[in-house]
């Protein structure tokens, strides 16, 4: 029988290559691709400073305490300058040491071309073939990033806090829609019943085009904005999770979302709709990198330099090595 | 394409001083290095652990509280336990010229003092992290 720590470190090594796009990785990726579709994978995404490892560490106790096993990917940007990077979120995630049911990886952006968002797509389904019954994806819901952990998660969860820009910031295009959970962190600070009302407010005044958008209105949830029983409503709740208040409430909305897509004709359009996107998005990644390949030495440089002189535009560039 | 180096940098102890262990992650940074900060307040098993987890190329251990003589070996041991023996681990704080020869002994790879530059700590790692990757190929 192969001990836990090996196990584990078989895990750790297979994430490696495949942030490294390692071609030994995938075998064992795509045998984990069929093996998968047993976890809840779940994304917590939202601006830095709101506290989402905080409230991730706080929601990986409440799954334990359940029983259920729990794997977080941590995503933090590269540096532009030198693709270096700090990844501090397991700092905030101490708690969870010492626990055997509990794995974290953190992960650098490596840049818009470093496929980042292809391997934390393997990496979902290598933590969820693993046996891990959650897991977690901690993003920066910035750039692109807020759509391609839609594209990753069957639950994205985005996460604010009181006093962040508010109504500018709440009814900003883009990251508000992906949401299917709002959560107002750090509420023991004043402000955050504020916060909350405006993310409600924006909820309605940007309705999702699948209809599935809703607010929460006093004790009576779900009654806003879905306009059918097979609607998903976007509750905004609050949370403090370095006081696991809320926490409860959270997850069994996180819970009840999970039975909403496997339930309704809604959810199963919803889950068709990610596939298809990851394989629009791996279809680009695969032309692009094909594209690249066929370029010379030097080639890209010298159509930059026609580009910057004004003889050619940025798009004749483009098709000039597409068309190769 | 050469991927970056990852590093897990960690305080293992009591002491609450982590200036000098985010100067050095700072630095590896700088240098391209992926660093996996862990923060104040490391057990040996919660170091060990992390860095399995995290599959890194070396570890960073900053220490001034004094125990580096029973907190270190312990990592080591720890690291071996779990197939990581041949991840380098280099230690820095606070620690005197006459315990460097015992926590070598134990299997620390190197131990900065006070006066060590940064690029001589950047330079170390470089230096052994490319023998582990070419050895791992």
Redesign the interface.
């Known amino acids: 029988m192969t001990a836990p720590?090996?196990a584990?470190?078989a895990l750790?090594?297979l994430?490696?290559q495949i942030?490294?796009g390692d071609a030994r990785a995938q075998a064992p990726v795509a045998a984990a691709h069929r093996a998968a579709g047993r976890a809840h994978v779940i994304g917590i995404t939202g601006a830095p400073g709101t506290g989402k490892s905080t409230l991730v560490s706080a929601l990986a106790r409440a799954w334990r305490a359940t029983g259920a096993t729990v794997a977080i990917l941590s995503i933090d940007p590269?540096?532009p300058l030198?693709?270096?990077?700090?990844?501090?979120d397991?700092?905030r995630m101490?708690e969870l040491?010492?626990d055997e049911g509990v794995?974290?990886?953190?992960m650098?952006g490596?840049g818009a071309q470093g496929g980042i968002a292809a391997a934390a797509a393997d990496a979902c389904a290598v933590l969820d073939a693993h046996g891990f019954d959650i897991v977690l994806v901690e993003t920066i819901g910035a750039g692109q990033s807020e759509t391609e952990v839609a594209r990753l998660a069957h639950t994205v969860v985005l996460v604010e806090a009181p006093g962040m820009g508010d109504d500018v910031q709440a009814i900003k295009a883009g990251i508000v829609e992906i949401a299917d959970i709002i959560v107002v962190n750090k509420s023991d600070r004043p402000g955050a019943e504020q916060t909350a009302s405006a993310l409600r407010a924006a909820l309605d005044l940007a309705p999702r085009s699948q209809g599935h958008h809703g607010a929460e209105i006093a004790g009576k949830p779900e009654t806003r904005g879905a306009t059918g029983p097979d609607d998903w409503a976007v509750l905004v709740l609050q949370t403090t999770a370095t006081q696991s208040e809320g926490i409860s409430a959270l997850l069994e909305r996180i819970g009840a979302h999970r039975i909403w897509l496997a339930a309704g004709a809604q959810g199963a359009q919803r889950q068709a709709r990610r596939s298809r996107d990851e394989i629009v998005f791996r279809l680009r990644e695969l032309l692009f990198r094909r594209a690249l390949a066929r370029l010379a030495e030097g080639e890209l440089e010298a159509l930059a330099a026609r580009v910057a002189a004004c003889e050619l535009s940025a798009a004749e560039a483009a098709q000039m090595i597409a068309e190769r | 394409m050469q991927r970056p180096l990852r590093i897990l940098i960690g305080k293992p102890g009591l002491d609450g001083h982590d200036r000098g262990a985010k100067v050095i992650a700072r630095a590896l940074r700088d240098a391209g290095m992926e660093v996996i900060y862990t923060g104040l307040r490391q057990t040996p098993e919660m170091i060990a652990e992390a860095a399995l987890q995290e599959d890194v190329d070396a570890i960073g251990l900053s220490i001034l509280s004094g125990a580096h003589g029973s907190l270190l070996p312990r990592v080591i041991a720890l690291l071996r336990e779990k197939g990581m023996g041949d991840v380098p681990v280099f230690a820095g704080g606070i620690i005197p010229d006459e315990d460097v020869t015992a926590l070598k002994a134990a299997g620390i790879a190197e131990v900065f003092g006070p006066g060590s530059s940064l690029q001589e700590i950047v330079e170390f790692v470089r230096a052994h992290t490319t023998l582990r990757g070419a050895a791992a190929q």
Request: charged share 30%; hydrophobic share 35%.
């Open positions: 720590a090996d584990r470190r750790a090594r994430l490696t942030e490294n590269s540096s030198t693709g270096g990077a700090i990844l501090g397991r700092i101490r040491s010492g794995f974290i990886r953190s650098a490596r």
